[in-house]
């Protein structure tokens, strides 16, 4: 029961970045029916800043909570002035273009990103440090570190803002609009271009903090570090609906639990089938995507939208 | 509804009928030999050593994801020519080295040395560390009869890929064996965990001769978990090793992997002590994994704070030139060129089958890394030191003879 | 017929004199780029008709690569009769039946990338532009790792020793590179002016209209997935025994991608730009190999340039250098054929 717990627990801290990771990635598609491939490397660039930023600060020799949340605000900042360029910049004089266009595009970003941050950060990794004093802890028979608690807490806060964000207030309610039907909404009086970048900008903060999470409890970053937390953040967002908000969190989480349980039942699929399911874990979360756009493209929490000739 | 999309450009009108086969495969000779004689003048011109030159390439992994390794075997290999040069040089000539780098990988690694052997005229060749690489390398170096040594190449493999291939650094067998055997004798373990790098060649081949040995021994592998080198989170296997109940943990991966790893497996409460291979070797080791890492073991090539003079000599060139201690890579690297040179110094002219010969004949060298003996597989027989690291520092806690 | 078969001999015959000749003309490096280049324009022109004739996004072409590569490999390491190179200067070529050896494994390769395609295929009933795209990529990545766990081919070791083309009879490899670049080319021209192909291209235009007009929609992507991994398999396998050696990373999304920006920097649904852009990006990289010494980090610039490229050619030129149209349509070909009228084909 321990174990179980302990895994439990993993899964839902590495969860709760896929999902910050993800909620980005469904706005943005919501409002544009665009995959922004780019996403993943302005995480990246959060947990980079990040680490930057701790240094600058001196938070190395002189960890404190306060330092760790302007860390994050820095890298907040640094990440949605990015995210909104991005979309200036790349995104919106394609607008009317295929969308394989927009696509391809989005993919050059990402490279881009990935490889100019070789450049930039150099490829060696680097290693995030410990920006307020880490402790272990021990909740029954679960031992984990206040680090992890941390980040499910922040995670959680973020989404719980988001979620006022999006259902409580005007631009979250212009932002649905804009989603349900672009042309309806700009004839409506909402400013779409505005709309759009500032949804990009909303979805970049919250992966700089998903970056600097990240950092956190797992120290090695390197400016290829966005490529596979990107991809299953992307498919945690499939997985709960795309577009849907409270889907890609519980995607996100989904995803956390599946990859941390693939590896626990290792032992037992093992002995039984003589497959090491643990060394599958990449494949099994493509897997999932691949059936989940299959069986139900709308993903779990998704309503099904018919095709209009 | 989104934004209005148009399609891609409209349909094409009715084409006109393209050339067939005979016209296609004329315009492909046509352009084929356009290449060609823009290119082929090419290869005569450049390249070739100067007769008071010997001509050495190296290739290695200077960026990309096993950059650190690369870099650091290269200025072994660096120090280890100048020194050659202010000697003299090899028979009084230079020895000239080109140094390219494959971004560690594999069809670079193969790019790469054929342009070092038809353009350089390389007589010899220094790479690679990564096993990968150097296969894919293997075979080109020996069909053009090219000698070449791999500084820490440890896959079996690498030198049974021909005659002319060598290494100086000990096998994997050999080196997963030997910890199996620390493990069971000198910590008296019974149940071993294994945690192995499912990307890496290196730490799939060393876990699976730990397992074999150890189990040999009487040892029971009570866990063997894998990860992907360039995954950050271990947590989930650690967990499951943790239930598992070992006493040890052998985890065969690269320094940067296993730092976090003895960190999270901390954090999860797991205290037991984690084993490993050269792959450990860094001077960053203990930098990321710090506390963490106390009371673990990992096999090397040499200790560094050997007080033997040749040990001790190389450390204090290679710290006071780089401002950095010397980690295995760097010494394998030096060893790989001295060796090269002193073949080449025995060789009764400077050819590549000569060399070869004099490479293969090599009895009780003695390189800063042990002494080198070349077996009839061109690997060389050589001990294998366990380092433990105590009280922040590492320090040598037994040698291996070969068995 | 007869016309077909002489055709057929005489490229046989080009092929073989090209490889006698060319090791001689040239050295070693510049021998390996044209490889290269034949590699890369089969790939190219293979993915060409799945995403620019057919109008499918995929995005895991290195996937079929890997197939045929790791297929092909197996069957002449374990099954060609003493021809693996596990041991040193195993014997003399054993001549003619040697090539059919060959043949026959990238054949068999190429088989089982097609089958692969087909499964691929299926799912892309469904589904539309980025979620295709997320799919293939997907698919490709589920391939990497299932390989990269096969222990009998060496899984992450790699696959070392796959016998090397030479070892097969007297040609050096180039006649089979060079064999297959100019089938893909043929098969894909040819493929376009048929039927096959005009629903390849209605497909492309408007699915649903294609449906609707009685085109068999399903047919037509799937089949297009199968010819286009079957290329792409019969490539990977002629680079395995190229390299003499196999590897999982070497096939992973950014191989996919660089296959694909030689496709959108030809132009999407040209083949002829297709062609000139893998010989493009082919050289460009050893042309620019010298600039790595001036970069940050001595870093490679490669993949840095080519994403921007592909950028700055979304922004301005989406096309790419031929658009829709083929070389004889943008060159002047057979005036005769066409003495007035519109002699450029497709918007730019």
Redesign the interface.
């Known amino acids: 029961m321990n174990t179980f717990l302990q895994h439990l627990l993993n899964g839902i801290a590495t969860g709760s970045i896929y999902a910050l990771l993800a909620l980005g990635y469904t706005m943005v598609y919501g409002v544009l029916k665009l995959i922004n491939f780019a996403h993943s490397e302005i995480f990246m660039v959060g947990a980079f800043t990040g680490y930057y930023a701790a240094h600058a600060l001196g938070l190395a020799s002189n960890p404190s909570l306060l330092g760790a949340a302007t860390v994050m605000l820095i890298s907040m900042t640094v990440c949605g002035l990015l995210g909104f360029l991005n979309e200036r910049i790349a995104y919106r004089p394609l607008r009317t273009a295929p969308r394989i266009t927009s696509l391809i595009t989005a993919m050059g970003v990402s490279l881009f990103l990935q490889y100019g941050g070789q450049m930039v950060f150099g490829p060696d990794p680097k290693f995030f440090p410990q920006v307020f004093p880490k402790s272990n802890l021990q909740l029954g028979g679960v031992v984990t570190t206040n680090y992890q608690l941390f980040v499910v807490a922040v995670a959680i806060a973020l989404m719980a803002g988001l979620q006022w964000i999006v259902y409580r207030t005007r631009f979250g309610k212009a932002m649905r609009a804009v989603s349900h039907n672009f042309e309806m909404a700009s004839l409506m009086g909402i400013p779409t271009d505005r709309i759009i970048s500032m949804t990009f900008v909303l979805g970049s903060v919250l992966a700089a903090a998903a970056g600097n999470l990240y950092g956190l409890v797992y120290p090695r970053i390197d400016p290829l570090m966005g490529v596979f937390p990107g991809l299953k953040a992307f498919v945690a967002a499939v997985l709960g609906g795309i577009g849907n908000v409270p889907g890609a969190m519980l995607g996100g989480m989904l995803i956390g639990l599946v990859e941390e349980y693939a590896v626990a039942i290792d032992p037992w699929a093992w002995g039984a089938l003589h497959v090491h399911v643990g060394r599958f874990k990449d494949a099994i979360v493509f897997a999932i995507l691949v059936a989940i756009l299959v069986f139900r493209p709308s993903g779990l929490l998704g309503r099904y939208e018919p095709e209009k000739v | 509804m989104t934004p209005k999309r148009p399609s891609l450009p409209t349909a094409q009108p009715p084409r006109r009928e393209g050339p067939g086969p005979l016209a296609l495969s004329a315009i492909a000779l046509v352009a084929l030999a356009a290449v060609a004689s823009g290119c082929g003048g090419g290869g005569d011109r450049s390249g070739g050593a100067a007769a008071s030159e010997v001509v050495v390439g190296e290739y290695g992994s200077l960026t990309g994801q096993t950059a650190a390794f690369g870099s650091q075997t290269h200025r072994g290999i660096e120090l280890a020519v100048d020194e050659i040069n202010a000697a003299g040089g090899v028979k009084g000539r230079t020895f000239r080295l080109v140094t390219e780098d494959d971004q560690s990988k594999q069809e670079e690694a193969a790019t790469v040395v054929r342009k070092l052997i038809s353009r350089d005229k390389v007589i010899a060749l220094l790479g690679e560390v990564a096993s990968s690489c150097s296969l894919a390398a293997a075979p080109i170096a020996q069909e053009a009869k090219v000698p070449m040594i791999s500084p820490s190449s440890t896959n079996p493999k690498v030198t049974l890929v021909g005659d002319y291939i060598f290494r100086v650094c000990f096998l994997d067998d050999f080196q997963g064996h030997a910890m199996a055997r620390f493990c069971f004798n000198t910590l008296g373990a019974r149940k071993a965990a294994i945690l192995r790098d499912i990307r890496q060649d290196y730490s799939v081949g060393l876990a699976n001769f730990f397992a074999e040995e150890f189990a040999r021994l009487g040892g029971q592998v009570a866990s063997d978990q894998s990860y992907s080198s360039g995954d950050s989170d271990f947590k989930a296997q650690l967990t499951a090793i943790r239930a598992a109940g070992a006493d040890v943990l052998f985890v065969p991966g690269y320094y940067n992997d296993v730092g976090q790893i003895a960190i999270q497996a901390r954090d999860l409460g797991l205290t037991i002590p984690l084993t490993g291979g050269d792959g450990w070797e860094s001077p960053t080791l203990l930098a990321i994994g710090g506390k963490a890492l106390e009371g673990c073991y990992y096999s090397n090539h040499f200790d560094p704070s050997s007080s033997d003079p040749t040990v001790a000599n190389f450390f204090r060139k290679y710290s006071d030139r780089y401002h950095e201690a010397p980690g295995a890579l760097a010494a394998l690297g030096y060893d790989s060129a001295k060796l090269l040179a002193d073949a080449m110094t025995r060789a009764t002219d400077i050819t590549g089958p000569a060399i070869r010969g004099e490479l293969a004949a090599t009895k009780g060298w003695a390189g800063v890394s042990g002494l080198i003996t070349m077996d009839q597989n061109r690997n060389p027989v050589k001990p294998l030191v366990v380092l433990q690291i105590q009280d922040g520092k590492i320090s040598l806690r037994e040698t291996i003879q070969p068995f | 017929m007869a016309r077909r078969l002489a055709?057929?001999a005489?490229?046989i015959g080009?092929a073989a004199l090209?490889d006698a000749l060319?090791p001689r003309?040239?050295?070693?490096?510049?021998f390996?780029?044209?490889i290269y280049?034949g590699i890369n324009i089969t790939l190219a022109v293979s993915l060409n008709l799945v995403n620019g004739i057919t109008?499918q996004?995929s995005?895991g072409h290195a996937g079929f690569m890997a197939i045929g590569a790791y297929v092909s490999a197996y069957i002449t390491y374990f099954f060609g009769p003493g021809l693996a190179?596990?041991?040193?200067?195993g014997g003399p070529p054993p001549g003619i039946a040697g090539e059919f050896v060959l043949f026959g494994a990238l054949l068999a390769g190429g088989l089982a990338a097609a089958g692969a395609g087909w499964v691929v295929g299926l799912?892309s009933l469904?589904?539309k532009?980025?979620?295709l795209?997320?799919?293939t990529?997907?698919?490709g990545?589920?391939i990497r790792?299932?390989i990269?766990?096969i222990e009998t081919v060496?899984?992450?070791?790699?696959f070392?020793?796959v016998p090397?083309l030479q070892k097969f009879s007297p040609v050096r490899g180039f006649f089979w590179v060079?064999l297959l670049?100019?089938a893909t080319?043929?098969v894909s021209?040819r493929l376009v002016?048929s039927s096959y192909g005009r629903a390849m291209?209605a497909v492309?235009?408007?699915e649903?209209a294609a449906e609707a007009s009685g085109v068999n929609t399903t047919q037509t992507k799937v089949g297009a997935f199968v010819v286009g991994a079957f290329f792409a398999g019969m490539a990977g396998g002629l680079l395995g025994h190229y390299?003499?050696?196999l590897?999982p990373?070497?096939f992973t999304?950014v191989k996919s991608?660089e296959i694909?920006i030689m496709v959108?920097l030809g132009g999407?649904?040209s083949i002829t730009g297709s062609v000139l852009a893998a010989?493009i990006m082919t050289?460009l990289p050893e042309a620019l190999r010298g600039v790595?010494d001036y970069?940050?980090?001595?870093?490679?610039?490669r993949?840095?340039l080519?994403?921007?490229l592909?950028?700055v050619l979304?922004?301005t030129r989406?096309?790419g250098l031929l658009?829709?149209?083929?070389i004889?349509?943008v060159v002047p070909?057979?005036r005769r054929?066409?003495p007035a009228g519109?002699n450029s084909?497709?918007?730019?």
């Open positions: 055709l057929g005489l490229l080009c090209l060319l003309l040239l050295d070693p490096y510049m390996q780029i044209l280049i109008g996004f995005i190179t596990a041991t040193p200067s799912p469904r589904l532009g980025d979620y795209a997320i799919v990529l997907g698919f990545e589920i790792v299932l990269l766990n060496g899984g992450a070791r790699g070392a020793g090397p060079f670049a100019v080319v043929i021209v002016n291209l492309r235009e408007d649903v390299l003499q050696y590897n990373a070497m999304f991608f694909l959108v999407m649904g010989a050289i790595k970069t940050p980090h001595n870093i490679d610039p993949m840095v080519f994403s921007l592909l950028i979304m922004l989406p096309t658009g829709h149209r083929e004889w349509d070909w057979r054929r066409h519109p084909g497709g918007a730019a």
